[in-house]
């Protein structure tokens, strides 16, 4: 049974800094990452690791976050700097586990809020 545990939002004024965690169990995981949703809009993407650590960003966020891996933890990590108030959003982690051969399958997060003051 596949489970994330997503750790670290917060509030933080605007050029502050947050560390978002997710532990991921019950498979191994192919890609990792994190979306966000703020109110009003559709769920992003904010980045994704693959299992090699080669990563990708949205434009929006390239310079000021930093997505990383630990692959004998099964976790994944976004560490935020120079946060902005448009970074306001709830973060979802996004893990595709391996079935088989042929076959992923993607999890999604319960959700961590982060809020930047201005």
């Known amino acids: 049974q596949v489970q994330l545990v997503e750790s670290g939002g917060g509030l933080v004024q605007a050029g502050g800094s947050l560390r978002l965690s997710c532990a991921a169990s019950?498979?191994?995981?192919?890609?990792m990452g994190w979306y966000r949703q703020a109110p009003g809009k559709q769920r992003e993407l904010v980045a994704t690791?693959?299992?090699?650590?080669?990563?990708n960003y949205a434009d929006s966020v390239k310079g000021r976050l930093t997505i990383s891996r630990d692959n004998a933890k099964n976790t994944v990590y976004l560490q935020m700097n120079s946060l902005k108030p448009e970074d306001t959003a709830v973060y979802y982690c996004?893990?595709?586990?391996?079935?088989?051969?042929?076959?992923?399958?993607?999890?999604w997060g319960q959700g961590t809020q982060v809020t930047v003051s201005s």
């Open positions: 996004n893990c595709v586990a391996i079935i088989n051969l042929f076959n992923t399958k993607e999890y």
């Open positions: 019950g498979s191994t995981f192919a890609s």
């Open positions: 690791i693959s299992r090699s650590s080669r990563p």
